[in-house]
């Protein structure tokens, strides 16, 4: 018309969809030309509520409640729906989350011997790529070389003796000079361990290991090494000058 103002409303709306079955939001195109109903064919595809068995509510985009949409026979172009509002469906059906209560989900359980017998599982495809615990050549491998560090831990704690002056070298700590006053196996670690007492108090106890007392010393003077970190011999105790005027 001349000298008049014409309005153009796009045919699609982009809206926010939203649903009491879920907590998350999707976002959907529709013709404002579709009735309700057709709406209602459509979001049933999305939110898996019957389309029989909804109500609809529309929300602005900053999500203040509008209106309800209650003729299925409107146009959706009728209500107002704008890019970015939220179209919110409600279940009347009574099975509010039913889809998402695992607790009424019945439970595939599968014994041990039937999964083993299974050639698509996890255990199968190790096993034939002897992957882990199922390469047996290095399972052999591992309890062989464990089996032989035993043994020389065991060696190496024989040859020590309580009473024995010590020099203890463990890597990356410095070189520290005690008195043997344990040797053999304990409760806090599997294998043979080397109490000692220490000439300063460099340990990290007084011979007390969680709760279990192995020798007396003061405290931050006792400490555990692996026999073979130690080294047994003629080490005098060092004078510090204590006897110095």
């Given amino acids: 018309m001349d000298g008049g103002v014409v309005i153009v409303t796009n045919s699609v709306v982009a809206v926010r969809v939203t649903s009491t079955l879920s907590s998350f939001e999707s976002q959907r195109k529709f013709d404002r030309g579709i009735t309700v109903a057709e709406l209602k064919g459509k979001l049933e595809m999305i939110v898996g509520v019957p389309a029989s068995s909804m109500d609809l509510e529309i929300f602005s985009v900053s999500d203040k409640f509008l209106q309800k949409m209650g003729n299925d026979e409107a146009l959706l172009g009728s209500y107002p729906v704008d890019n970015n509002c939220r179209i919110h469906v409600i279940d009347k059906s009574g099975q509010v989350g039913e889809l998402f209560d695992v607790s009424k989900v019945e439970k595939f359980e599968l014994s041990n011997e039937a999964y083993g017998q299974r ?77 000692v007492k ?30 073979m970190t130690v080294t047994v011999g003629d080490f005098p105790e060092e004078d510090y000058g204590l006897d110095e005027m």
């Fill in 119 to 195: 050639t698509d599982s996890a255990r199968s495809f190790m096993k034939k790529h002897q992957f882990g615990h199922y390469n047996e050549d290095l399972v052999a491998k591992k309890k062989s070389e464990l089996t032989a560090q035993e043994e020389q831990q065991k060696s190496a704690a024989d040859a020590i003796s309580v009473g024995n002056r010590c020099k203890v070298e463990v890597s990356g700590q410095p070189t520290k000079l005690g008195t043997v006053m344990y040797v053999g196996t304990t409760d806090f670690k599997p294998g043979y361990w080397v109490g």
């Fill in 198 to 227: 220490y000439d300063e108090p460099l340990g990290k106890h007084d011979g007390t290991v969680q709760g279990k007392k192995y020798f007396e010393c003061e405290n931050k003077y006792g400490g555990f090494v692996k026999p």
